[in-house]
């Protein structure tokens, strides 16, 4: 008997110290990016500012949007006019809300009239992992990555025979709801995902009164309902060949306060794309991806009839080519081409164009911890011409967890079909924007916690901008210059059972001829997420303090700053069974990101979800 309890205890003891093991293994694995390189790379080898949103940071967080996942994200500011469901503008790293290329499952997406992508009807509920990347990325994806990339990534087939069942429902302030569904996982050789979702509210009234002769006032709630499918389906063959294939939509219906007339838009995206990739050889692995994303708004005047339409769909091939040439060294070779398509009832001059990209990549490692990143693109854009961009990165992991990094490129961005062809606004000779930037940093990795210190600086030429005549009939016109000087930190640790990430953005996003703020840029942005878990509850609360800003070019309109909180909980009453809150801005603060548009004042949601 003695022998069976110290041989259990001895069994007890080693299995405790391989938890540990394990635990601090998956800490010390480098965390994996594509959309930085287009192949899976380790974080770590990396000279490019990353941040990556995992599923289970989206359920931690308690985010029922995906405005709110991005809020407080470092290098990220965002604008919102009015509550969920309003246009929602990303400036990252201080540059223009259209200079952020966006991607679903590797598909470009957005408007092609508007240039920007809706934000505000991407449904989380269908989203798996979103990889952010800041700097120029036009080296690999062409236009519009002048401020960076984001690509979200659709929930993924599961790693189980058994199928894996999430049904979730909550309710809150506003007359808020949000129900949804999710099952995936795997048959042989095969994995799927499927899942549903509706989330939707009466909203808050989006603007305030404007008094004038050129003001409105609208005093109602202005509501929002979304609608979303997402599929996913893959199959691996004999010889590790994989084809797979992914689908999502979302369609609903918006209401907005508005001086031009309109009242409420119905609203349609979607993106479907299939990727099949093999080994051509041991050495070289290639994969070819096909999709189409949809972008569509038909908009309603207050009595309902209908006002206008813009639909965009664009046709994206991309064929990427893994070679390692050696140990530590790679180089991937590959082309894209893009077909943008339009159709409106407003006359465009043009309805379609083309752009067809070369890229190369090599990435290579040298002295076991020096990496470097280097790559180089031509565009042939159907409007602009050609462009040549390039990019290189260096970073170094040296003895004591530090690293050091540093980077240079350049970006271009095409006009949109509404800068170039929009009745009595555009201008068909209108050149592309460009941008050059560099950045250096600082890091670490202790057993304590990471930390990033990070300052760049971007330059961008033809920055178009809207030109009055005589008459005060504006143009658009490359007359624009910036020039954006940043600093960013981040700061994450663990301690006593508390995780705590700090994140700070330092913004100078000036106008050169002026010397005047970028307007609706925040110039100093402060966030804090603190989480514990108490055996079956988890708490979490967070901190976003913002600066004030501009809302016109001219500075005159100040939007002034402000201080959220937000404090969530979580009872696990079971494996099965989650009961979780939220309380949203604490403090009913009330404040603007956007001049004279409303935002939530406190408020609070519910949600209970099972998981199988």
Known sequence: MPNKIISLLLLAGFYAQAQEILATDSVALPEMVVTATRTDTPKDQLAAATTVYTREDIERRQINTFPDLLRGTTGLDMTQNGGDGKTTSIFMRGTNSDHVLVLVDGIKVGSATLGTTPFEFVPIDQIERVEIIRGPQSSLYGSEAIGGVIQIFTRKGGDSETPHYSLNAGGGSY??????????????????????????????????????????????????????????????????????ASFIRAE?????????????????????????SMDIVDSWHSSLRLGQSRDESDIFMPNNTFDSRFDSTRWNISWVNDVTLADGHKLI????????EIESTTRYAETSRYDVGVFGEYRGRFFDNHYINASVRWDENEQSGDYVTGNVGWRSNWDYGI?????????????????????????????????????????????????????YHTDIDNLITPVPDQNFNYSAQNVGKSQIDGLEAEIGTQWQGWNGKLMMSLLNPEIRETNKRLPRRADKTLS?????????????????????????PQNTTKVAGFVTVD?????????????????NNLLDKDYQTVNTYNTQGRNFFFTVQYNN
Request: glycine share 12%; net charge negative; no cysteine.
């Open 175 to 244: 007359d808020t709801y949000k129900v949804g569904g999710q099952v995936n996982g795997k048959w042989l050789d095969n994995w799927y995902s499927l899942g549903v979702s509706s989330i939707g509210a009466e909203g808050i009234n989006a603007r305030q009164p404007i008094p004038g002769p050129f003001g409105f006032s609208q005093p109602d709630r202005d509501g929002y309902q979304n609608t979303a499918l997402n599929a996913r389906f893959g199959h691996r063959f004999d010889n590790n060949a994989e084809l797979e």
């Open 403 to 455: 690293s050091t990094f540093a980077s240079f490129g350049n970006a271009f961005k095409a006009p949109s079909f509404n800068d170039l062809y929009f009745p009595n606004y555009g201008n068909p000779n209108l050149k592309a924007e460009e941008s050059t930037s560099v950045e250096v940093g600082l890091g670490g990795n202790h057993d304590w916690g990471q930390w990033e210190l990070r300052a």
């Open 333 to 340: 070779l590959g082309s894209d081409y893009r077909l943008d």
């Open 252 to 276: 609903g219906n918006n209401e907005y306060d508005s001086g031009f007339g309109g009242d409420h838009s119905e609203f349609l995206t979607q993106t479907i794309s299939l990727l099949g």
């Open 567 to 583: 404090l969530r909980a979580a009872y696990h009453i079971n494996k099965n069974w989650l009961l979780s809150a939220k309380l």
């Open 528 to 552: 804090f997420d603190l989480s514990r878990s108490f055996g079956p509850i988890d708490v979490g609360a967070n901190v976003m303090a913002q600066d004030h800003r501009f809302d016109n």
